[in-house]
């Protein structure tokens, strides 16, 4: 069992920056791969980015890319998404979540309680 809690999010303007953290719980968080994904009001969860058990593979959505980096601290049992040159169309919940194998689908396994950001034009 992983539990899952995101923090970070909030108001920002246009242009502006967030970094948004994730702290999971237990003793086997280099095992999981981690997401980060978003939903919007009245649309589906949308995949953001995925890192993998080791940090050493990432991948974005198109949508985010070259503006979002995804990165993990194993030692800290953390996950951060540090998300730069915020646009309106970014705000949504964004949530945190775990999967035992690699995936960009909303198929993972575990998942946070969601953080609200904000970008305001």
């Known amino acids: 069992q992983v539990q899952l809690v995101e923090s970070g999010g909030g108001l920002v303007q246009a242009g502006g920056s967030l970094t948004l953290s994730c702290a999971a719980s237990g003793r086997t968080f280099g095992s999981y791969t981690m997401g980060w994904f978003r939903q919007a009001p009245g649309k589906e969860r949308q995949f953001v980015a995925a890192?993998?058990?080791?940090?050493?593979?990432?991948y974005y959505a198109d949508s985010v890319k070259g503006r979002f980096t995804i990165s993990r601290a194993n030692a800290k049992n953390t996950v951060y998404l540090q998300m730069n040159s915020l646009k309106p169309e970014d705000t949504a919940v964004y949530y945190c979540?775990?999967?035992?194998?690699?995936?960009?689908?909303?198929?993972?396994?575990?998942w946070g309680q969601g953080t609200q950001v904000t970008v305001s034009s």
């Open positions: 890192i993998s058990r080791s940090g050493y593979s990432t």
């Open positions: 979540a775990a999967a035992r194998s690699w995936s960009v689908d909303p198929n993972y396994d575990y």
